[in-house]
């Protein structure tokens, strides 16, 4: 089956620095790569997703890009603020599973002050 | 207001006592799922749903139930638990089809085995 591993597994910033979050994914077949964001106590949330037909997508300070050929897809968050601190989960979705998304194992961002 | 609701939030039981955790979508998603969410491990699927009466194994279905008789309403069920399944339990459903979605998540259930 799928299997997504994540990098690095903790990451500190200062405030108005950039993150990037590194994930490879081992089945070719994966189409559909989301990202989530898990903030202290609450559920993962939807923050991008990108598709297997396209490269790059970018919403306001968060980017996500999808390398097809090295099967790695990577979060960049710019200008960061504290507000972004939580734990970040990237995903695959493999066909055959109906949408089933195969995660990461989590990557804790925190923004210092 | 479009949601996923899981309950209970929080759940302490003993080892071999049935439990049944609600989850409860008013998206008219067709695909449900349950994850469980441990330390260093992320999100894994227990079990899956892609419409009423299909269901079928995710990677750690060991131990679990569930059943799909009405689209909205997909429970997951220990029939008898042990400390093993002290975990996070999510509940998840998204659109499936041609085009597919990222997940809408319940909020969670924090469940201790003792």
């Known amino acids: 089956g799928e299997n997504v591993e994540q990098h690095p597994s903790t990451l500190s910033v200062q405030e108005g620095d950039s993150a990037v979050i590194k994930c490879t994914y081992s089945?070719?077949?994966?189409?559909?790569f989301p990202w989530y964001k898990q903030e202290l106590g609450k559920r993962p949330q939807l923050i991008i997703d990108?598709?297997?037909?396209?490269g790059e997508k970018k919403d306001q300070r968060i980017a996500v890009t999808l390398n097809k050929t090295a099967k790695h897809f990577s979060l960049h968050i710019t200008e960061t603020q504290p507000e972004d601190s939580a734990v970040y989960f990237c995903?695959?979705?493999?066909?055959?599973?109906?949408?089933?998304?195969?995660f990461g194992t989590g990557t804790q961002l925190k923004v210092e002050l | 207001e479009a949601q996923v609701t899981q309950n209970p939030r929080y759940l302490i039981t003993v080892t071999g006592k049935k439990l049944t955790v609600t989850c409860s979508q008013n998206?008219?998603?067709?695909?449900m799922s349950w994850y469980r969410q441990d330390p260093g491990l992320g999100l894994r699927q227990i079990y899956y749903?892609?419409?009423?009466?299909?269901?079928d194994k995710g990677d750690v279905p060991e131990g679990y139930k569930v059943s799909r008789k009405e689209k909205r309403n997909f429970p997951l069920i220990l029939e008898s638990p042990s400390p093993n399944q002290t975990s996070l339990y999510f509940c998840?459903?998204?659109?499936?089809?041609?085009?597919?979605?990222?997940?809408?998540f319940g909020s969670g259930t924090r469940l201790t085995v003792v």
């Open positions: 089945d070719s077949a994966s189409n559909y």
């Open positions: 995903a695959a979705r493999t066909p055959g599973g109906g949408n089933k998304l195969t």
């Open positions: 749903s892609m419409n009423v009466e299909v269901t």
């Open positions: 998206m008219n998603h067709e695909y």
């Open positions: 990108i598709r297997s037909n396209v």
């Open positions: 998840a459903s998204s659109l499936s089809g041609l085009q597919y979605y990222g997940y809408t």
